[in-house]
């Protein structure tokens, strides 16, 4: 089999509790010709529950993913429902194809259903969520937002007791808020998806496999048709003369991630 696609799913937090379950998890989804690797950072809190916690990942982050690129890796998927740094991160890469849980779920469910409704763990988590919403078109798409209040750490510890609240919010958001399609905003929710659309009759994405399938995707049409991130406006990378010049990357320890071609070992 020769692999055609390279794919780093990244879960930004500073535990590794979670890679092998997810390798899994996308090892069965995946396309013959991907291969995927999953890893998580080398330091940092155990969940991005909190505005604090999310902007503590930020560098690190940002620069496995610049690395990923400069080792060959095809895509790069930013394993967090909030879409941390995911614009950032397009603006760094030059070709890698970068997708994140939020934007490809609710992308996907906009085209399979008119309105959706998102199951989150707490209510701390709507505000940051309601506003990746609007800012990516998705305003009038959306029925609700319903709530575990369980937080991202519980969910795999009782999954009876997960599937049972999935299983009752999802059954509201389509019968008192009209959802037609269901987003689970968690991507440590991954596993219940299957079950709970064959007991509620509507379709449920899974926010592990919604971006990771997104990826593959555009990589083959970046592939076969040349279509990738403008570099034009919005996602114009930093010029690297400045980068060297202001000594960024001494700064930072990580030296070389600009001025150093790595080749394409794909491994991280």
Not at 8 to 20: C, M
Not at 27 to 45: F, Y
Not at 189 to 204: A, H, S
């Amino acid at each position: 089999m020769v692999v055609t696609k390279g794919i780093l799913f990244i879960n930004p937090v500073g535990h590794n509790t979670w890679d092998t379950a997810v390798k899994e998890y996308l090892a069965a989804a995946k396309d013959d010709n991907t291969e995927v690797h999953v890893i998580s950072l080398k330091k940092g809190p155990r969940h991005l529950e909190f505005h604090y916690y999310e902007a503590l990942i930020g560098v690190e982050l940002l620069h496995t993913i610049k690395q990923a690129e400069k080792q060959g890796y095809d895509a790069a998927v930013i394993g967090c429902f909030y879409d941390p740094f995911l614009h950032e991160a397009r603006e760094i890469c030059e070709s890698m194809v970068v997708t994140a849980p939020a934007e490809a779920s609710m992308q996907l469910a906009a085209m399979l259903g008119d309105r959706f409704s998102i199951m989150v763990g707490r209510r701390k988590w709507i505000p940051a969520m309601r506003r990746n919403v609007f800012k990516y078109g998705y305003g009038e798409k959306l029925a609700s937002f319903r709530s575990l209040e369980m937080g991202v750490l519980e969910f795999h510890e009782d999954e009876k007791h997960t599937e049972a609240m999935l299983k009752s919010e999802a059954e509201r958001a389509v019968k008192d808020d009209f959802a037609e399609v269901v987003i689970l905003g968690c991507t440590i929710q991954f596993g219940f998806y299957r079950e709970l659309q064959e007991l509620i009759g509507v379709p449920v994405i899974d926010a592990v496999l919604a971006p990771f399938k997104q990826a593959e995707y555009l990589v083959e049409v970046r592939n076969k048709l040349g279509w990738k991130p403008s570099k034009s406006g919005g996602f114009e990378t930093p010029p690297v003369k400045e980068i060297v010049e202001w000594d960024l990357e001494r700064q930072y320890g990580a030296e070389g991630l600009w001025t150093r071609n790595n080749g394409k070992n794909k491994e991280v």
